[in-house]
């Protein structure tokens, strides 16, 4: 059974710094592509970041230079580094596993969520 856990959420003053970690189980992590969701309040689910098997990433405009995503394969654990955060991240962020076609990452898995909330 496949299994990705969020954990790392929390509350922070904008400016400040969080790391989120997506733990997986039940699939071969060294195979998969791997990504993060955000859903703010009122807004549509969103692209944040992905990593691929071959240790390529993306990353949305919109946190470009201030989100680090990587992988420890050793642990099975995907992290999401956030720095100068800003009121406008504050969302529900969501782990994904899943595979990248035609340069477009396909989610198959999804974890349940750990909230982020930064305050102006």
């Known amino acids: 059974e496949v299994q990705l856990v969020e954990s790392g959420g929390g509350s922070v003053q904008a400016g400040g710094s969080l790391r989120v970690s997506c733990t997986a189980s039940g699939f071969t992590f060294d195979d998969a592509d791997m990504g993060w969701y955000r859903q703010g309040p009122g807004n549509e689910c969103e692209l944040v970041s992905t990593?691929?098997?071959?240790?390529?990433?993306y990353y949305a405009d919109s946190v470009k230079g201030r989100f680090t995503i990587s992988i420890d394969d050793a642990k099975n654990t995907m992290y999401l580094q956030m720095n100068s955060l800003k009121s406008e991240d504050t969302a529900m962020y969501y782990c994904?596993?899943?595979?990248?076609?035609?340069?477009?990452?396909?989610?198959?898995?999804w974890g349940q969520g750990t909230q982020v909330t930064v305050s102006s």
């Open positions: 990593i691929s098997s071959d240790d390529s990433t």
């Open positions: 994904a596993a899943g595979e990248t076609y035609r340069g477009i990452f396909r989610p198959g898995y």
